[in-house]
């Protein structure tokens, strides 16, 4: 019995590690087109808005990688903004500890 709950205690513990590195959100074909700039880079542009992205910032005890928070948050901004006619994102917040991050969208003359 002891050697059943260790090996189901190494399986959740490896379970929840990879799942903290993971990223699960898909880019759609129209937020491909969509690019992430900074600040600088959009002074040509129009602003269309802002929108919030949402992610998980843990799993279970474990935090989750900030480069793969953003590149989800960033995923879920481009997706949006492409649902709203624009083509670039930026970044108009830090990271929230509980995975939030707003983003201003652009429409620029590329």
Same mark, same amino acid.
Do not use: H
């Given at each position: #019995?002891?050697?059943? #709950?260790?090996? %189901?205690?190494?399986?959740?513990? $490896? ?21 992430? $700039?900074?600040?600088? @880079?959009? $002074? ?21 990688? @900030?480069?793969?928070?953003? @590149?989800?948050?960033?995923?879920? %901004? ?25 983003? %201003? ?6």
């Amino acid at each position: #019995m002891e050697e059943k #709950m260790r090996k %189901a205690t190494l399986v959740l513990i $490896a379970t929840t590690l990879m799942a903290s590195g993971c990223s699960w959100v898909s880019l759609t074909p129209e937020g491909e087109t969509v690019k992430v $700039a900074k600040r600088n @880079e959009v $002074a040509n542009c129009q602003k269309l808005g802002t929108t919030t992205s949402n992610g998980v910032s843990r799993v279970g005890i474990l935090s989750r990688d @900030e480069k793969v928070i953003f @590149e989800e948050l960033s995923t879920l %901004a481009r997706n949006e903004a492409a649902a709203l006619g624009g083509n670039t994102v930026v970044p108009d917040s830090e990271i929230s500890i509980d995975g939030r991050q707003r983003f %201003a969208i652009y429409q620029c003359p590329y």
